[in-house]
């Protein structure tokens, strides 16, 4: 439920700038949107922890808050005392009391000035609050991506990651910065008014007082009865654009075999659909208010009627029975508010909770404190006895592996071998269970992991490039001193990385060259293109150890062998860990290693494993390689 | 634009407006029917005229409630309607596209205008029509209302009406672009962080926490001081009209009581007066903070707008079936073909010339980027030559129909892309009316049918979004499958034999070859093994043909060609094996 909630409301968050409060839909989907915290008081009181360096911009904003609805209260009191000062002169037809007149003008003018100030500086501080919290609370969050480890991110998806730090955020932050205080106004205003009301006169508060049971049951009521269109709703949406990206993303099928007319008809008899359960829900969802409206407007009728009566009767003064008309009045807003209170605190709480079960999940590995001299790494490594698994399953068991410095080793194996596993625990993104990985004479523990990775150059399977130019996608390889700009890194070294990499030629061809802007998963480059990037980034690190994993499958093997031949005039006293299924990516390889199922199955030259007869072989013949 | 689209449900419109008004009229009779209950019944003591106009006010709520009611269906009718229309035409615009004309458009901007930024269209039109619409004629309506009352206090309102009214649009209209600055800060923001999840490894292998921490701080600033800056301007609004509200009333009180020593006004008069006043001013509020959705929408509209203008460049002939039907000459030929993609003018491709006959085996090899895909879109059309021409079966391909080069070429594309659903309607896209057993056909040839019949649905095998459930060289054969079953004169195969292995490429080549003996084939590859068959192989680097011939002819005079050859062939000594099975490929 609460799962099936958090994605209807990302849904209708992906939809760029929509206001939620801006149309009956959005009321309503309020009032549905029921997640909840399953540690209320323990989140509440994070939260509060949290906000605990602004806690005098708080306290203030919430004093303010009140005082300014309990003057709201009121005017209205004091305005109906003037009436009384102008009915009495009209129907006496005597002087009007200036004096009185006056020291009840005095009175307001200060109390609209107050109430003001007030309103407007708790406003403030609450914005100021609010955005400095959000703000802290985003930081932490960013901080603490790069301190998990990769397990966390191999559970979750980046979806509900990013989730977290809009939707979830913006949440917390509507509620602390406008809805917390809407929400204590209405209370005020609405008990405060209450009071009044008994105050002027009992029976007709009571007569106005009937209405609120009945508006809440009527909207709960309606709330209930919307829900399966709303849901009806969704789907039709989901559906129409699930199908439109599909049929954008299959643009060369769809027109290179005709199936354009077919597709229109499908899309225009699924849009019809669509039109139906749209406009049927946002009908649904915009009866409450005319609901509220009747109870409302019939309640004033009847308070007309009755107040007329007791004025009439002596009962009341007509001063007091125009302050209790616009009591009713008052009624009519915090009430709404009121209702959605409950809701808003509610989910911003589950939002809340969520996020802090972010911050607190596991974090990375235990760092050491040793420091590498690059220059003076070797690249000498060794796996001992190494058990790891990605779950409580053991993938590797008792691994061993010695590479000397200098040496070139290829690795292949089906999928799910674990031929990148290997390299993740070689750059330590995951902690072994037991074992030892040393580097240098070192256990790998040792070394702090930042001071570990500069050992280490990788082209990784997926091609990520972040959006912005290729001149930083490339220089994010370099070493950049904290503080320091990618911009700082020469462009001849760029340039040089790029032609090492074969990339020269096409981004030379591009009109901007190293200035062209990548958008984001670099689509308006092919994918061969990017594998050119991803190695022209590792090659400007100059990184004693090289990590190829898949890193040139979108490449032609022309073009791949012509970056071999530049990373072996470069590279040739490194150490390489090849992962390919490419026989011309491996076949130079000093060593090949053979996996299947976490095992290191076999390890030989080319020419030695293709005599064994063994799994190589096997691959081989069946033209896997 | 909107306003030819909102034309269609010009009738909806109308009842909209209309019975808004009504609603807005009796809102408003309320108060009035007030002023005559103090006046007529409380102060002349006479509980029949109370009585009277109490069920008047009741009458007036009722048909508040059911304008209201009335004008919310036509509104969501209408609403609903144009955004169904605008979806249609968008999505049909797109469809007819040539590539050439699709030019930048990436899928998912065309996907967001599509979907969300016609549903923030529809937002703005239930806005302009139920709030823009309404709380503009209540401000009216409460001042006409007045002016009937009281005159002289009815000018006081209206005399600050405008000033409330400049006021609240200046702090709105200042603070509208910094809630732009606000969108770009945060959009930046989600970016940085959605881009650090994404690249979690290559952060950490090149030690660039900390750098991304600093850009991420930079961005998540700008947010705070954006927000900051432009929600202290929008907090003043409502505080401020409220003030002032309260300071008219205060004044209307003054001037009431002044004129009540003279006897020139009625209590009623003056209750009733401030109550307009209120809810004019009330209305303004509401009216200001909502023209902030105002310039979000703009640019949805702006984006809309963009799809819909934009021409097909391409000049398409419509179908004209005497023309291909005539002609008995069947060859795909390029003349002196030049290309560059638009807008950078950097050939692409040069000179090209060749031609594809019935019953011929043709291939292009080179490296990525070297042009032979580009080679393919010109033949299916989805550019235009810049110089040159492509003729195919006797005419320029520009004085045919789209549809009928896609009758006369089938294209398997490079990318291989598959419908969810089941194997049946994917193959079937590529032939309607196919029967299972000619789709058994097909799948046998790509070698997949023994792996359908083992599942349990058969044909019904569900594909699923992405087709994730099947492994590359899987999809790479449906594709193949798919365009096999399509009757045409020539066969494209674009690099789509890049995911097989060896043995699984060797048997689908031969059962195409087989079966399309009397077509024209092109065979686009960067191996070689997959193009040394063919009659003639035009060796493609940067743009040009480098060279053309046998593979044994290529093999001695083509430097490209012997050069994909080495980085492809094993080079060490004493691997017969792989030359032997690189040979018998």
Same mark, same amino acid.
């Given at each position: 439920?609460?799962?099936?909630?958090?994605?209807?409301?990302?849904?209708?968050?992906?939809?760029?700038?929509?206001? &939620?409060?801006?149309?009956?839909?959005?009321?309503?989907?309020?009032?549905?949107?029921?997640?909840?915290?399953?540690?209320?008081?323990?989140?509440?009181?994070?939260?509060? &922890?949290?906000?605990?360096?602004?806690?005098?911009?708080?306290?203030?904003?919430?004093?303010?808050?009140?005082?300014?609805?309990?003057?709201? #209260?009121?005017?209205?009191?004091?305005?109906?005392?003037?009436?009384?000062?102008?009915?009495?002169?009209?129907?006496?037809?005597?002087?009007?009391?200036?004096?009185?007149?006056?020291?009840?003008?005095?009175?307001?003018?200060?109390?609209?000035?107050?109430?003001?100030?007030?309103?407007?500086?708790?406003?403030?501080?609450?914005?100021?609050?609010?955005?400095?919290?959000?703000?802290?609370?985003?930081?932490?969050?960013?901080?603490?991506?790069?301190?998990?480890?990769?397990?966390?991110?191999?559970?979750?998806?980046?979806?509900?990651?990013?989730?977290?730090?809009?939707?979830?955020?913006?949440?917390?932050?509507? +509620?602390?910065?406008?809805?917390? +205080?809407?929400?204590?106004?209405?209370?005020?205003?609405?008990?405060?008014?209450?009071?009044?009301?008994?105050?002027?006169?009992?029976?007709?508060?009571?007569? !106005?007082?009937?209405?609120?049971?009945?508006?809440?049951?009527?909207?709960?009521?309606?709330?209930?009865?919307?829900?399966? =269109?709303?849901?009806?709703?969704? %789907?039709?949406?989901? $559906?129409?654009?699930?199908?439109?990206?599909?049929?954008?993303?299959?643009?060369?099928?769809?027109?290179?075999?005709?199936?354009?007319?077919?597709?229109?008809?499908?899309?225009?008899?699924?849009?019809?659909?669509?039109?139906?359960?749209?406009?049927?829900?946002?009908?649904?969802?915009?009866?409450?208010?005319?609901?509220?409206?009747?109870?409302?407007?019939?309640?004033?009728?009847?308070?007309?009627?009755?107040?007329?009566?007791?004025?009439?009767?002596?009962?009341?003064?007509?001063?007091?029975?125009?302050?209790?008309?616009?009591?009713?009045?008052?009624?009519?807003?915090?009430?709404?508010?009121?209702?959605?209170?409950?809701? +808003?605190? @509610?989910?911003?709480?589950?939002?809340?909770?969520?996020?802090?079960?972010?911050?607190?999940?596991?974090?990375?590995?235990?760092?050491?404190?040793?420091?590498?001299?690059?220059?003076?790494?070797?690249?000498?490594?060794?796996?001992?006895?190494?058990?790891?698994?990605?779950?409580?399953?053991?993938?590797?068991?008792?691994?061993?592996?010695?590479?000397?410095?200098?040496?070139?080793?290829?690795?292949?194996?089906?999928?799910?071998?674990?031929?990148?596993?290997?390299?993740?625990?070689?750059?330590?993104?995951?902690?072994?269970?037991?074992?030892?990985?040393?580097?240098?004479?070192?256990?790998?523990?040792?070394?702090?992991?930042?001071?570990?990775?500069?050992?280490?150059?990788?082209?990784?399977?997926?091609?990520?490039?972040?959006?912005?130019?290729?001149?930083?996608?490339? !220089?994010?390889?370099?070493?950049?001193?904290?503080?320091?700009?990618?911009?700082?890194?020469?462009?001849?070294?760029?340039?040089?990385?790029?032609?090492?990499?074969?990339?020269?030629?096409?981004?030379?061809?591009?009109?901007?060259?190293?200035?062209?802007?990548?958008?984001?998963?670099?689509?308006?480059?092919?994918?061969?293109?990017?594998?050119?990037?991803?190695?022209?980034?590792?090659?400007?690190?100059?990184?004693?150890?090289?990590?190829?994993?898949? !890193?040139?499958?979108?490449?032609?093997?022309?073009?791949?062998?012509?970056?071999?031949?530049?990373?072996?005039?470069?590279?040739?006293?490194?150490?390489?860990?090849?992962?390919?299924?490419?026989?011309?990516?491996?076949?130079?390889?000093?060593?090949?290693?053979?996996?299947?199922?976490?095992?290191?199955?076999?390890?030989?030259?080319?020419?030695?494993?293709?005599?064994?007869?063994?799994?190589?072989? /096997?691959?081989?013949? !069946?033209?896997?390689? | 634009?909107?306003?030819?689209?909102?034309?269609?449900?010009?009738?909806?419109?109308?009842?909209?407006?209309?019975?808004?008004?009504?609603?807005?009229?009796?809102?408003?009779?309320?108060?009035?029917?007030?002023?005559?209950?103090?006046?007529?019944?409380?102060?002349?003591?006479?509980?029949?005229?109370?009585?009277?106009?109490?069920?008047?006010?009741?009458?007036?709520?009722?048909?508040?409630?059911?304008?209201?009611?009335?004008?919310?269906?036509?509104?969501?009718?209408?609403?609903?309607?144009?955004? *169904?229309?605008?979806?249609?035409?968008?999505?049909?615009?797109?469809?007819?596209?040539?590539?050439?004309?699709?030019?930048?458009?990436?899928?998912?901007?065309?996907?967001?205008?599509?979907?969300?930024?016609? &549903?923030?269209?529809?937002?703005?039109?239930?806005?302009?029509?139920?709030?823009?619409?309404?709380?503009?004629?209540?401000?009216?309506?409460?001042?006409?209302?007045?002016?009937?009352?009281?005159?002289?206090?009815?000018?006081?309102?209206?005399?600050?009406?405008?000033?409330?009214?400049?006021?609240?649009?200046?702090? =709105?209209? &200042?603070?509208?672009?910094?809630?732009?600055?606000?969108?770009?800060?945060?959009?930046?923001?989600?970016?940085?962080?959605?881009?650090?999840?994404?690249?979690?490894?290559?952060?950490?292998?090149?030690? %660039?926490?900390?750098?991304?921490?600093?850009?991420?701080?930079?961005?998540?600033?700008?947010?705070?001081?954006?927000?900051?800056?432009?929600?202290?301007?929008?907090?003043?609004?409502?505080?401020?009209?409220?003030?002032?509200?309260?300071?008219?009333?205060?004044?209307?009180?003054?001037?009431?009581?002044?004129?009540?020593?003279?006897?020139?006004?009625?209590?009623?008069?003056?209750?009733?007066?401030?109550?307009?006043?209120?809810?004019?001013?009330?209305?303004?509020?509401?009216?200001?903070?909502?023209?902030?959705?105002?310039?979000?929408?703009?640019?949805?509209?702006?984006? #809309?707008?963009?799809?819909?203008? *934009?021409?097909?460049?391409?000049?398409?002939? /419509?179908?004209?079936?005497?023309?291909? /039907?005539?002609?008995?000459?069947?060859?795909?030929?390029?003349?002196?073909?030049?290309?560059?993609?638009?807008?950078?003018?950097?050939?692409?491709?040069?000179?090209?010339?060749?031609?594809?006959?019935?019953?011929?085996?043709?291939?292009?090899?080179?490296?990525?980027?070297?042009?032979?895909?580009?080679?393919?879109?010109?033949?299916?059309?989805?550019?235009?030559?810049?110089?040159?021409?492509?003729?195919?079966?006797? $005419?320029?391909?520009?004085?045919?129909?789209?549809?009928?080069?896609?009758?006369?070429?089938?294209?398997?594309?490079?990318?291989?892309?598959?419908?969810?659903? =089941?194997?049946?309607?994917?193959?079937? =896209?590529?032939?309607?009316?196919?029967?299972?057993?000619? #789709?058994?056909?097909?799948?046998? @040839?790509?070698?997949?049918?023994?792996?359908?019949?083992?599942?349990? /649905?058969?044909?019904?095998?569900?594909?699923?979004?992405?087709?994730?459930?099947?492994?590359?060289?899987? %999809?790479?054969?449906?594709?193949?499958?798919?365009?096999?079953?399509?009757?045409?004169?020539?066969?494209?195969?674009?690099?789509?034999?890049?995911?097989?292995?060896?043995?699984?490429?060797?048997?689908?080549?031969?059962?195409?070859?087989?079966?399309?003996?009397?077509?024209?084939?092109?065979?686009?590859?960067?191996?070689?093994?997959?193009?040394?068959?063919?009659?003639? #192989?035009?060796?493609?680097? $940067?743009?040009?043909?480098?060279?053309?011939?046998?593979?044994?002819?290529?093999?001695?005079?083509?430097?490209?060609?012997?050069?994909?050859?080495?980085?492809?062939?094993?080079?060490?000594?004493?691997?017969?094996?792989?030359?032997?099975?690189?040979?018998?490929?």
């Amino acid at each position: 439920m609460q799962e099936a909630n958090r994605t209807k409301e990302k849904k209708e968050d992906d939809l760029p700038g929509i206001s &939620k409060g801006a149309g009956g839909a959005g009321r309503v989907a309020g009032l549905l949107a029921s997640g909840s915290a399953k540690d209320n008081k323990g989140t509440l009181l994070r939260l509060l &922890k949290n906000i605990s360096p602004f806690k005098w911009f708080f306290i203030t904003a919430i004093i303010l808050t009140l005082i300014a609805s309990g003057v709201q #209260i009121f005017i209205p009191r004091l305005i109906g005392n003037i009436i009384n000062i102008i009915t009495s002169t009209l129907q006496q037809e005597i002087a009007l009391d200036w004096p009185a007149f006056r020291n009840l003008a005095v009175i307001l003018i200060l109390l609209f000035v107050f109430q003001f100030l007030s309103t407007y500086f708790s406003n403030i501080l609450l914005v100021k609050m609010t955005q400095k919290l959000i703000r802290s609370i985003r930081n932490q969050m960013q901080e603490k991506l790069n301190r998990l480890t990769l397990k966390y991110f191999d559970r979750s998806s980046t979806g509900d990651m990013v989730s977290l730090l809009t939707n979830d955020l913006d949440n917390v932050a509507n +509620t602390l910065q406008t809805g917390l +205080t809407s929400s204590l106004t209405a209370i005020v205003i609405l008990i405060g008014v209450v009071i009044m009301m008994f105050n002027i006169h009992a029976i007709l508060a009571l007569l !106005a007082m009937v209405v609120i049971p009945i508006s809440y049951l009527l909207v709960k009521f309606l709330v209930k009865k919307a829900k399966p =269109t709303f849901q009806r709703n969704a %789907k039709f949406t989901g $559906h129409f654009s699930g199908q439109v990206e599909e049929i954008y993303n299959g643009e060369d099928i769809v027109k290179h075999y005709n199936l354009g007319n077919e597709l229109k008809a499908e899309m225009s008899d699924l849009n019809e659909r669509l039109y139906e359960s749209e406009w049927k829900s946002s009908l649904v969802s915009f009866l409450t208010r005319p609901a509220g409206d009747l109870i409302l407007n019939a309640n004033y009728v009847l308070v007309a009627i009755l107040g007329g009566y007791y004025v009439i009767s002596g009962a009341l003064s007509l001063g007091a029975f125009q302050a209790f008309i616009q009591y009713t009045q008052m009624l009519r807003n915090p009430f709404n508010q009121v209702l959605g209170i409950l809701n +808003t605190i @509610m989910s911003a709480l589950a939002s809340a909770e969520r996020i802090y079960s972010f911050l607190d999940a596991e974090e990375t590995l235990q760092s050491g404190t040793e420091e590498i001299n690059i220059s003076k790494t070797l690249g000498k490594i060794e796996f001992n006895q190494v058990d790891f698994g990605y779950t409580d399953e053991l993938l590797f068991k008792n691994v061993n592996l010695k590479v000397n410095p200098g040496e070139q080793l290829a690795i292949v194996g089906t999928t799910g071998a674990g031929k990148t596993t290997l390299v993740n625990l070689l750059m330590r993104f995951y902690e072994i269970n037991d074992g030892q990985i040393i580097l240098d004479d070192h256990d790998t523990k040792q070394y702090h992991t930042d001071e570990l990775r500069k050992a280490y150059a990788m082209v990784l399977q997926d091609t990520w490039l972040f959006s912005g130019t290729i001149r930083d996608n490339i !220089a994010y390889g370099a070493a950049v001193s904290s503080g320091e700009d990618l911009s700082a890194v020469p462009l001849e070294d760029i340039e040089a990385a790029a032609r090492l990499a074969r990339a020269d030629s096409f981004i030379e061809r591009l009109p901007e060259r190293y200035d062209t802007v990548l958008t984001e998963g670099a689509a308006n480059i092919s994918n061969g293109e990017r594998q050119l990037l991803t190695i022209a980034r590792a090659m400007i690190k100059k990184a004693p150890i090289i990590i190829l994993d898949e !890193a040139t499958s979108s490449v032609d093997t022309r073009t791949e062998l012509f970056i071999q031949q530049a990373m072996q005039e470069l590279t040739s006293n490194t150490t390489s860990f090849v992962i390919a299924h490419r026989l011309s990516t491996i076949h130079d390889a000093d060593r090949i290693i053979v996996m299947d199922q976490g095992a290191i199955v076999e390890i030989g030259t080319h020419a030695a494993l293709l005599e064994k007869g063994g799994r190589y072989a /096997e691959m081989y013949t !069946a033209g896997q390689l | 634009m909107l306003l030819a689209y909102a034309k269609r449900y010009l009738k909806l419109i109308i009842g909209q407006l209309f019975f808004a008004t009504v609603w807005v009229a009796s809102q408003l009779a309320i108060p009035r029917l007030m002023v005559d209950i103090i006046d007529y019944g409380i102060l002349l003591k006479d509980l029949n005229q109370i009585m009277n106009r109490g069920l008047l006010m009741l009458l007036a709520t009722g048909v508040n409630i059911v304008s209201l009611l009335i004008s919310i269906y036509f509104l969501t009718r209408a609403t609903a309607g144009i955004s *169904k229309d605008l979806r249609g035409d968008l999505f049909e615009r797109v469809i007819d596209w040539s590539k050439e004309t699709r030019g930048s458009f990436s899928n998912s901007t065309l996907i967001t205008r599509t979907v969300n930024d016609v &549903k923030q269209v529809s937002i703005l039109i239930d806005m302009s029509l139920r709030k823009i619409f309404t709380l503009t004629i209540t401000v009216i309506g409460a001042v006409i209302i007045s002016f009937s009352i009281d005159v002289k206090m009815a000018v006081i309102i209206l005399v600050i009406i405008p000033v409330i009214f400049i006021l609240a649009l200046k702090l =709105t209209t &200042k603070a509208l672009p910094k809630y732009s600055r606000i969108r770009k800060a945060i959009d930046q923001m989600n970016q940085r962080f959605r881009e650090n999840v994404t690249g979690i490894r290559v952060v950490k292998a090149f030690n %660039k926490s900390d750098y991304e921490t600093n850009m991420f701080q930079k961005a998540t600033k700008e947010a705070c001081e954006a927000n900051i800056e432009a929600e202290s301007t929008m907090m003043l609004l409502s505080p401020l009209i409220l003030l002032f509200t309260n300071i008219l009333i205060l004044i209307m009180l003054y001037v009431g009581g002044v004129r009540a020593e003279l006897g020139t006004i009625t209590v009623g008069a003056l209750v009733g007066l401030i109550e307009y006043a209120i809810m004019a001013l009330n209305n303004i509020q509401q009216f200001a903070s909502i023209i902030t959705i105002f310039p979000r929408s703009k640019v949805s509209i702006d984006r #809309i707008q963009e799809v819909l203008a *934009k021409e097909e460049v391409l000049q398409i002939k /419509e179908a004209n079936s005497d023309l291909t /039907e005539k002609s008995t000459e069947k060859t795909i030929r390029f003349e002196n073909v030049d290309f560059c993609y638009p807008p950078s003018c950097m050939d692409l491709l040069k000179n090209i010339t060749f031609e594809l006959n019935k019953g011929e085996i043709k291939a292009l090899i080179g490296s990525t980027g070297s042009g032979k895909s580009t080679i393919v879109r010109l033949m299916m059309r989805d550019y235009d030559v810049r110089h040159g021409q492509i003729t195919c079966n006797g $005419h320029n391909i520009a004085s045919l129909a789209n549809t009928e080069i896609n009758q006369i070429i089938t294209h398997i594309p490079q990318t291989t892309f598959l419908f969810s659903g =089941t194997i049946r309607d994917n193959i079937q =896209t590529g032939k309607k009316d196919a029967t299972d057993d000619e #789709i058994w056909e097909v799948l046998d @040839m790509v070698q997949m049918g023994d792996f359908f019949r083992q599942t349990e /649905e058969g044909l019904d095998f569900h594909i699923a979004q992405n087709a994730v459930n099947l492994s590359g060289g899987q %999809k790479q054969r449906i594709s193949i499958a798919r365009g096999l079953i399509r009757e045409s004169d020539f066969y494209i195969f674009d690099d789509c034999f890049s995911a097989l292995d060896y043995s699984t490429e060797k048997k689908v080549r031969q059962a195409i070859r087989q079966k399309l003996s009397d077509k024209g084939i092109l065979v686009i590859a960067q191996r070689v093994a997959t193009v040394k068959d063919a009659a003639e #192989i035009l060796v493609i680097d $940067h743009g040009k043909i480098v060279g053309r011939g046998s593979h044994p002819e290529l093999e001695q005079t083509c430097k490209v060609y012997q050069e994909i050859i080495t980085s492809q062939k094993s080079l060490n000594t004493g691997n017969k094996n792989a030359d032997k099975q690189f040979e018998s490929v």
